[in-house]
């Protein structure tokens, strides 16, 4: 069965669409891909489609399907590298795709991830109840800011 890459890249994955996409392909990648954010605990998700010339409705639908469950998962996702033709044709059938946040490029679509990490993460900080001290002690992940909070959470209901 053909499958389409999934690389992880620190706290994100990496998508390369090389192929033209079919409807089974499509299927087989946001349940691959989906399945990947649950095991590596991905934070984002980075889908290059510069190689895809043509998106039809389907396709374009699965993009969106995995931006929504990806969300859903505790992951932001990005698609880069639209040609123009395919930004046209999605816009002529009327799918806005939304809760995909797009690039023109790789570059450009990494530092769209790790912004939106970063401000996460600084919202958490902020919320939560961790000291100075300890953000420059040491890296503060997101699963220590939830814990954090869900410590302080805890002890407030007592």
């Known amino acids: 069965m053909e499958r389409i890459p999934i690389l992880q890249m620190g706290e994100f994955l990496l998508v390369t669409i090389q192929v033209d996409m079919h409807d089974r392909l499509a299927m087989t990648l946001q349940d691959d891909l989906t399945n990947r954010i649950t095991q590596t605990h991905a ?3 980075l889908i290059d489609i510069s190689a895809l010339e043509i998106v039809d409705s ?3 639908r699965i993009l969106g399907n995995v931006a929504k469950m990806s969300r859903v998962l505790d992951a ?3 698609v880069v590298g639209m040609q123009p033709a395919v930004a046209i044709t999605l ?3 009327g799918l806005s795709l939304t809760g995909i946040r797009t690039a023109l490029n790789v570059e450009k679509g990494m530092l769209l991830l790790r912004s939106s ?3 996460y993460t600084r919202s958490q900080i902020t919320r ?3 000291t100075r001290s300890q953000i420059t002690q040491s890296h503060i992940t997101r699963s220590q ?3 954090a909070e869900w410590s302080a959470d805890d002890g407030a209901k007592d």
């Open 117 to 119: 990490l970063d401000d």
């Open 145 to 147: 800011i939830a814990a």
């Open 128 to 130: 939560s109840h961790i």
């Open 91 to 93: 816009v002529e059938l």
């Open 76 to 78: 932001e996702t990005v």
């Open 43 to 45: 934070h984002g998700v």
């Open 58 to 60: 389907f396709i374009g």
